[in-house]
């Protein structure tokens, strides 16, 4: 049964310290996304990828937050410094590229890892 | 732009109840719709989806049609139980401008059911 892995499930930082967060797509999928849920402001897209190049990145607070996928089987979430306002369910989600199918395409689902607890003190 | 508009929970039932979360979409053309469940300490899971007008999505009891005329995809099941209990959201996978498909997702705020015993 194939899953998207994420690590840490739970992160307690402190205010100032880095915190990277690690995602493991489905193999064979070639686009990966980054969210980040809050009770407040819901799930917000923060970064999308396709064929490990960023596509969209507009999410994302540039300042502090940075995303790579060094590979296909590892995309990474940076925080450098993290602040207590990060605090919040960061979830990693892989899906195949429907292509040039139209819209019609059965291949444009999103498959969502369990998430990451981050809690910056 | 495109976008996705859900009712706002929390919605309360008693068990065997009927279901009803409303979710309606502005987009251009065609889009993908889905509705996505998230259990509490989980990640999000696809419950159901459909591509194209009229089409009917269903899974584990829940159903769903495309209603293009309506721009709609409410999201209903006949008798819901405690372990439905969980947060819904609709979300719509919008065409792109050469009519291509994406997977990238547009989602609602999110409905939180409360199923009581």
């Known amino acids: 049964d194939a899953r998207v892995t994420q690590t840490p499930r739970h992160k307690v930082t402190e205010m100032g310290q880095e915190v990277t967060m690690r995602c493991q797509p489905i193999l064979g999928h070639n686009t990966v996304f980054w969210y980040r849920q809050t009770m407040m402001q819901g799930l917000e897209l923060l970064a999308y990828?396709?064929?490990?190049?960023?596509?969209?990145d507009s999410g994302m607070p540039k300042d502090r937050f940075s995303a790579e996928m060094p590979d296909a089987t590892l995309a990474t979430l940076k925080i450098q410094p993290s602040e207590p306002r990060d605090s919040a369910v960061y979830f990693c989600a892989s899906g195949p590229y429907p292509g040039l199918a139209g819209g019609r395409s059965s291949y444009n689902e999103q498959f969502f890892g369990p998430g990451t607890r981050l809690t910056v003190l | 732009g495109d976008s996705v508009t859900q009712m706002e929970g929390p919605v309360t039932l008693s068990e065997e109840a009927f279901l009803t979360i409303n979710c309606t979409y502005t987009?251009?053309?065609?889009?993908?719709l889905f509705w996505y469940v998230q259990y509490p300490g989980e990640g999000l899971q696809l419950l159901l989806k459909a591509t194209k007008a009229d089409d009917k999505g269903s899974n584990k009891g829940f159903e769903a049609t495309y209603r293009k005329e309506t721009t709609s995809f409410h999201l209903e099941k006949g008798s819901v139980q405690v372990s439905d209990s969980a947060v819904y959201f609709c979300a719509l996978s919008p065409l792109l401008n050469y009519g291509g498909a994406t997977n990238k997702l547009i989602f609602g705020t999110g409905t939180l059911l409360a199923v009581q015993p």
């Open positions: 990828f396709r064929n490990r190049a960023p596509l969209d």
């Open positions: 987009a251009t053309g065609y889009p993908s």
